[in-house]
C-alpha cells in the first residue's frame, strides 16, 4: 500500500513507515478510503451540494411561504428562498454567535439567497476552485474553502451581525490565497498567478459595491483568511500533501456535511414556533 503520508510503498503491515517514519502509515486501514477520497473531484461536490441546499430552500419556501417566491421584490431575489428558511437552517447572523449556533459559520458557505447569487458564486467556484486544487492540491482546497468561508462569516458577524450567507467568502479566500502564492513564487508564472487574481479582486469588489446588498466585510475576513493561510502552504504547485493536511482536510468535510446535518434539523426544530398561527 502507498503510505499515508510520504506516498511510497509500504508493506501494510508494519507500524512505521520505514520511508519518513510517521507511524501507523495505513491509518489502521483507512489509508486508501483517504487516498481515494483526493481522487473525487471535490470541486464538484461542493457544488452539487450548494445546489441541493438551494433546492432544499426553495422547496421549503414553496410549502410555507409560496407567495415569496411568485412575487420577487426585485432582479436579485428572482427564485430567492424565504428569508425564515434561510435563517432558520443555515445562514449566519450575529447573535448566532451569543446563542452557541456556531454550525452556522459552516453551513453558511452552502447556503444562497436567488438564482444570481448561487448562479455568480458557482460559475466563479468551476474556475477558482479547480485552480486552487490544481495549485495546492485538493486537500488544501478543502481547506482554504472551509476556513476562509468561517473567518469571513466570523468576521461579519463580529463587526455587522447581518444575515449572511454564500460561497463568496471562501471564494475570496481562494483569491487572496492564489495571489499570495503568485507573490511567494514569482518567476513569469508566478508573475502571472498574481496579477491575474489581484486583478480579479478588483473586478469582485468593485461589482460587488455595484449591485448592492453585499456582505463587504465577509468577503474582506475570507480574503485575509485566504492570505494567512498560503503562507502556510508552498511555494510552488503541485507539492505533495502530508497525512496531517489530508487529514485535517477529511475532518473539515466531515464537519461540514455534520453542520449542514444540524442545520436542516434546526428548520424542522424551530420552525413550528414562527409558523404557528397566533
Request: glycine share 12%.
Amino acid at each position: 500500500m502507498l503510505c499515508s503520508n510520504c506516498r511510497r510503498l509500504v508493506d501494510r503491515t508494519v507500524p512505521v513507515c520505514p520511508h519518513c517514519g510517521v507511524r501507523n502509515p495505513s491509518l489502521s486501514g483507512l489509508g486508501g478510503r483517504l487516498n481515494e477520497l483526493w481522487r473525487e473531484d471535490l470541486v464538484q461536490a461542493i457544488t452539487m451540494v450548494c445546489m441541493a441546499v438551494y433546492v432544499l430552500h426553495v422547496g421549503l419556501t414553496f410549502i410555507v411561504d409560496p407567495e415569496y417566491l411568485t412575487r420577487p421584490r426585485s432582479w436579485l431575489s428572482i427564485g430567492a428562498p424565504s428569508p425564515l428558511v434561510t435563517a432558520l437552517s443555515g445562514a449566519t447572523r450575529g447573535d448566532d454567535l451569543s446563542s452557541f449556533r456556531l454550525w452556522t459559520l459552516v453551513s453558511a458557505s452552502f447556503v444562497h439567497y436567488g438564482v444570481m447569487h448561487i448562479g455568480f458564486n458557482l460559475y466563479w467556484l468551476q474556475d477558482l476552485g479547480r485552480m486552487a486544487r490544481d495549485i495546492f492540491g485538493p486537500a488544501r482546497f478543502v481547506v482554504l474553502f472551509v476556513l476562509s468561508g468561517i473567518g469571513g462569516f466570523l468576521l461579519s458577524n463580529v463587526v455587522s451581525g447581518a444575515p449572511t450567507a454564500g460561497a463568496s467568502c471562501a471564494l475570496f479566500g481562494l483569491l487572496g490565497a492564489m495571489a499570495t502564492f503568485g507573490w511567494r513564487r514569482g518567476g513569469v508564472v508566478g508573475d502571472r498567478i498574481k496579477s491575474s487574481m489581484v486583478r480579479w479582486i478588483i473586478i469582485a469588489t468593485i461589482f460587488s459595491f455595484a449591485m448592492g446588498g453585499v456582505n463587504h466585510l465577509g468577503h474582506g475576513g475570507g480574503l485575509a483568511t485566504g492570505v494567512a493561510l498560503a503562507f502556510s502552504f508552498p511555494r510552488h504547485e503541485r507539492q505533495a500533501e502530508s497525512r496531517a493536511m489530508q487529514l485535517t482536510a477529511a475532518s473539515l468535510l466531515l464537519l461540514s456535511v455534520v453542520c449542514l446535518l444540524v442545520a436542516a434539523i434546526g428548520w424542522f426544530v424551530m420552525s413550528p414556533q414562527y409558523l404557528a398561527p397566533a
